[in-house]
């Protein structure tokens, strides 16, 4: 291999590396400043036709800040993927898959809430109808649930495969698994939602900076290089 071949690869190594530590700690970072300036959570019809007449920028606003978060699945995923060859690699593969799917299911929404940007200058009754039949369409409930439903069955699953590898303390999983198992109940509030995002920031902030903190030994980990273990978190 040519030194212009190492400089390459080396470079990309380190902008996978990097990319992977930056997404685990913001795209739960941007879902908590997304929480409290929602102006229509829930999605009602009379919500999502007042919130685009009167709070235009924080709904445009909130939108945004899902849809990154949702893309920042992506590289997230990846990077722990890359990290639990061998050693928590099943749990990874199905986090990835998990993970991915919930960040459709988070761009999903900041589209739909991009679209009911529109609704000023119509009627707004019939604004409002047209956006509870919208929600209420069979096709859509079945696509967009599950995905939704795929983000926290994929946190859990990141968490645990995290500490599988040795990057997280069990601490970490636990609480993600308990903020994830909160929200099935019927309770809705934008104090549990915050707390909740909080947490996730928390234990994903963690393993960012941990992954950033790795050498380039330790986040190599391959099959062509002798894998060095990452002490177990505490």
Do not use: K
Not at 67 to 92: D, E, K, T
Not at 186 to 212: D, K, M, N, Q
């Amino acid at each position: 291999m040519s030194t212009t071949d190492r400089t390459d690869a080396l470079t990309t190594r380190h902008i996978h590396h990097y990319t992977t530590a930056a997404a685990l700690a913001a795209f739960p970072l941007l879902l908590l400043v997304q929480a409290p300036i929602n102006p229509a959570p829930g999605g009602t019809g009379d919500l999502m036709y007042v919130a685009a007449t009167e709070q235009a920028d924080a709904l445009l606003a909130s939108a945004v800040l899902l849809m990154v978060s949702g893309l920042l699945m992506f590289p997230a995923v990846a990077g722990l993927v890359h990290l639990a060859r061998g050693r928590g690699a099943a749990i990874a593969t199905s986090a990835a898959a998990l993970g991915v799917l919930g960040g459709f299911g988070h761009f999903a929404i900041g589209m739909f809430y991009l679209v009911t940007l529109a609704l000023p200058g119509g009627d707004p009754g019939q604004m409002a109808a047209f956006v509870d039949r919208l929600s209420a369409l069979p096709a859509l409930t079945a696509i967009a649930f599950p995905l939704i439903m795929c983000f926290g069955l994929g946190v859990v699953a990141m968490s645990w495969a995290a500490w599988r590898t040795g990057l997280l303390g069990g601490w970490g999983p636990a609480l993600v698994t308990v903020v994830v198992l909160m929200h099935l109940l019927p309770i809705s509030s934008t104090a549990l939602e915050v707390g909740g995002l909080a947490a996730f920031t928390v234990v994903f902030g963690y393993l960012g900076i941990r992954i950033a903190r790795m050498n380039d030994a330790q986040w190599a980990h391959t099959a062509t290089s002798a894998a060095v273990a990452v002490p177990a978190a505490a």
